[in-house]
């Protein structure tokens, strides 16, 4: 008997460090992915934080191009608009002329919108050809405003200049008070 207890208690034994091993065997396959994850999460963190830098610096790379693209424009801009106003200044007297040629063959009151039909502009080209027209002809042209902000321009031929020149105080105010009116 004492050998049968023997025996049952090598087998007890045996059982028990078998689960020792196992348990310990567990908690180091615990502690081995516990290990594996901490160094996943600090490899993640990485790569989160290389994440971070590379959209920083495309977003600082993007920016540096705007930059040069606006800096290009504004060059480009300030010498194609030196050209644009020179040939703009030229187009706008072309058409002055040829409007006041108009007018002088048919003297009369012409409204802005008769002006554009006329010349085939824009409204807000004519306005500019209007005031441009006063300007080289103040002896025979004359811009006045009638009801709702409504703009008339009319030739006077030589024969009906001099009683123009009797008017030329009440056309100062007339032009000053368009051009007050232009400015708002």
């Known amino acids: 008997m004492f050998e049968e207890l023997l025996e049952v208690y090598k087998k007890k034994v045996a059982e028990s460090e078998r689960e020792l091993e196992e348990t310990q065997a567990m908690i180091g396959l615990i502690m081995a992915v516990e290990n594996m994850s901490n160094m996943l999460s600090m490899k993640q963190q990485d790569v989160d934080l290389l994440g971070r830098l590379i959209d920083q610096v495309d977003h600082l790379s993007k920016e540096v191009a705007d930059l040069k693209s606006q800096m290009?424009?504004?060059?480009t801009r300030s010498s194609v608009s030196r050209?644009?106003?020179i040939s703009?200044?030229?187009?706008?007297?072309?058409?002055t002329v040829s409007l006041i040629d108009l007018m002088k063959e048919r003297p009369g009151r012409y409204t802005t919108s008769e002006l554009v039909d006329m010349l085939g502009l824009?409204?807000?080209t004519v306005i500019s050809v209007m005031k441009r027209a006063v300007d080289m002809d103040p002896s025979h042209v004359r811009l006045t405003q009638g009801k709702r902000r409504k703009l008339y321009l009319s030739y006077t031929p030589e024969d009906q200049g001099e009683k123009k020149e009797a008017d030329s105080?009440?056309?100062?105010?007339?032009r000053m008070r368009l051009e007050l009116m232009s400015m708002t």
Do not use: F
């Open 72 to 75: 290009k424009t504004r060059q």
């Open 83 to 85: 050209n644009q106003k």
């Open 88 to 95: 703009e200044g030229n187009a706008l007297d072309n058409h």
């Open 122 to 124: 824009n409204k807000t």
């Open 169 to 174: 105080a009440s056309d100062d105010a007339d």
